[in-house]
C-alpha cells in the first residue's frame, strides 16, 4: 500500500467607572495638576443651561404637560451568540460537503467555501479538545482537501475508478485506541477492506500521534497483512457533539462527522 494510506485520517465605547477615574487622573496629571492616587478629581463647573420641556421628556396634551413613556432604544450591536453561530457553520458546512464524495466532487469555489467555514470553526474551538470526552466515538470521514490523505492509493484518481469506495470511518476509544477502515467494491463487485489499529499519544493541546500497525486488508474471503508500521500527526482544531475538524503536519484538513 502507499504510503499515504497508512496516514489516513485521525487526520483525523465604553468604559467601567474605575477606568474613567485613571483616565481623569492621568489627564489632570499631564497638564500639571498633582492628586493622590485616592483623591477624587475636582467636579466640573455646572453652568445653566435653560431646557425645554420637550427636551425633558414631557409633551402638551391641550393647556397640561404629561410625562413621556417612550422607549429608549439601544444603539448597541447585539452581541451574537458563539454557540448559536458555530451550529449554523458546522450546518453550512456539513451541507457543503454532503454527496461530494468527501471532497472529491467540490469545484473550486465550493471547496474555498470549506475551507472558509473551517477557518472560521477554528477560531471557536474549545480550549483543550484532547481533554474532551467529545473526543471519543464512531466518525465519518466526509471530506478530505488531499483525497489520498484518507485513503492513500484507494482515493486517488485511478483507485476511485476501480474501487467503489462505500465507507471511511474511523472509532476513537478511551483510553487511547484508534482504528481506520475503508471499505469498497472492487469494480463493483469483490467487497474488501483495509483497516489499521493504532495507539494515540498526546503531544500538545491540540496536536497529537498516531502510532499505526501494518494495516489489514480483506476482499472477499482473502485476509491478509501488508507493508510496516506507519506514524501520523494531527491537530484537532475544532471539536463538538457533531463534527471534529483536523489539520495534518503538511497542511490537508480533514472534517470528521460523528455516527
Known amino acids: ?5 497508512r496516514n ?5 465605547d465604553t ?6 477615574r485613571s483616565w481623569a487622573l492621568s489627564s489632570l496629571a499631564n497638564n500639571g495638576v498633582s492628586y493622590s492616587s485616592w483623591a477624587a478629581p475636582p467636579k466640573p463647573l ?8 420637550s427636551q425633558r421628556g414631557f409633551h402638551r396634551q391641550g393647556s397640561k404637560w ?6 429608549t432604544s439601544s444603539t448597541s450591536t447585539p452581541e451574537i451568540e458563539t454557540e448559536g453561530n ?3 457553520l458546522v450546518d453550512e458546512l456539513l451541507l457543503l460537503v454532503d454527496r461530494s464524495d468527501r471532497g472529491v466532487l467540490l469545484n473550486e469555489q465550493d471547496r474555498c467555501k470549506v475551507e472558509q467555514i473551517i477557518e472560521r470553526l477554528e477560531q471557536q474551538c474549545i480550549p483543550e479538545p484532547l481533554k474532551s470526552p467529545l473526543l471519543f466515538g464512531e466518525w465519518d470521514v466526509v471530506y478530505s482537501s488531499n ?7 484507494y482515493r486517488s484518481a485511478l483507485g476511485r475508478a476501480l474501487l467503489n469506495t462505500k465507507q471511511m470511518m474511523q472509532i476513537v476509544k478511551e483510553p487511547d485506541s484508534v482504528s481506520n477502515k475503508v471499505s469498497f467494491a472492487a469494480l463493483g463487485i469483490f467487497d474488501g477492506e483495509v483497516s489499521l489499529q493504532g495507539k494515540l499519544e498526546v503531544l500538545d493541546k491540540n496536536w497529537i500521534k498516531i502510532k499505526f500497525e501494518s494495516p489489514e486488508l480483506k476482499i472477499g474471503s482473502f485476509d491478509f497483512q501488508y507493508g510496516g508500521q506507519s506514524s501520523v500527526k494531527i491537530a484537532i482544531i475544532y471539536l463538538d457533539e457533531r463534527v471534529r475538524l483536523g489539520r495534518g503536519s503538511r497542511g490537508s484538513l480533514f472534517v470528521f462527522r460523528r455516527r
Not at 46 to 53: D, E, G
Not at 147 to 153: A, E, I, L, M
Request: glycine residues 10%; aromatic residues 4%.
Open 66 to 71: 404629561s410625562k413621556s413613556m417612550a422607549v
Open 86 to 88: 458555530a451550529k449554523e
Open 15 to 20: 468604559r467601567c467607572a474605575g477606568e474613567e
Open 8 to 12: 489516513t485520517f485521525i487526520a483525523g
Open 1 to 5: 500500500m502507499d504510503l499515504a494510506v
Open 46 to 53: 455646572m453652568v445653566a443651561r435653560r431646557v425645554s420641556m
Open 147 to 153: 483525497p489520498t490523505s484518507t485513503g492513500g492509493y
